[in-house]
């Protein structure tokens, strides 16, 4: 059995890495049959991770997994910086918000430091260090458990702070997003503190590239009912654009 589970475990992060895979090939790296190699890749499918293909195996793109912030700042890079400028335009001076963690928040959070008299909660110590010492800024952290890929804190600590206060604004990042699922990310305990900043939160604007509409993760954080604008870049599909403002919500491409 440890042989099977030590397998498979090989053969998703193969898939993962590469996209996709051969029966042949796996059949041969791993020394067993291919009558073998099948039954593993029928489990993968069987959990919504592959589509199963003529004598191989592709990666569901709809499905997310849980990459570490390392591997997202290389992602889209120019089009989080564009919209993490779009999104620093709408903090005004006296503001309180909250910056959800995430590699399109901290790009937020690097140009708030001129703002003025501003209140500003984060589940991220990367955002917090950032922004350690800025003069005009009020900087509160929700305290938890810390989570190394993503440098988030999450738990009934963080969610305690979070109940104490009320917010002007929340800038949410996610991991996946459709009109079926509503917005997700990979682990339940940031999904749960995710969904306390919208209930915490006067106005919620959602900040993510278009890369991750239409897919999403493990972990249900909201339907899209709370979200007043979605800051994304150009590359948003015209289904995703219009779906958006059939539910009333404003979409702005940067």
Known sequence: MKSTVDRRDKIIQK??????????????????????????????????????TYGGALLRNNVYNDPSLEEKQKINVEEKKRIGEYAAGLVSDGDSIILDSGTTTREIALRLKEKKDLTLMTNAINIAVELA????????????????????????????????????KLFLGVDGMNFDHGLTTPNPQEAQLNRMMVERSNTVILVS??????????????????????????????????????????VVKV
């Open 15 to 52: 898939i993962q890495s590469e996209g996709s895979v051969r029966v042949d090939e796996l059949s041969e790296e791993f020394d067993v049959s291919t009558v073998t190699i099948r039954n593993d890749l029928d489990f993968f499918e069987e959990k919504g991770l592959i589509h199963r």
């Open 133 to 168: 010492g800025v003069s005009g800024m009020r900087l509160m952290l929700t305290g938890g458990v810390l989570r190394d890929k993503s440098y988030s804190l999450v738990g009934p600590e963080a969610e305690r702070m979070m109940e104490n206060y009320y917010f002007d």
């Open 209 to 250: 590239d278009s890369s991750k509409f239409g897919r999403h993760s493990f972990s249900y954080i909201c339907g899209l009912e709370p979200i007043e604008t979605v800051i994304t870049d150009t590359k948003i599909s015209s289904e995703f654009e219009e779906g958006f403002k059939e539910r009333d919500i404003e």
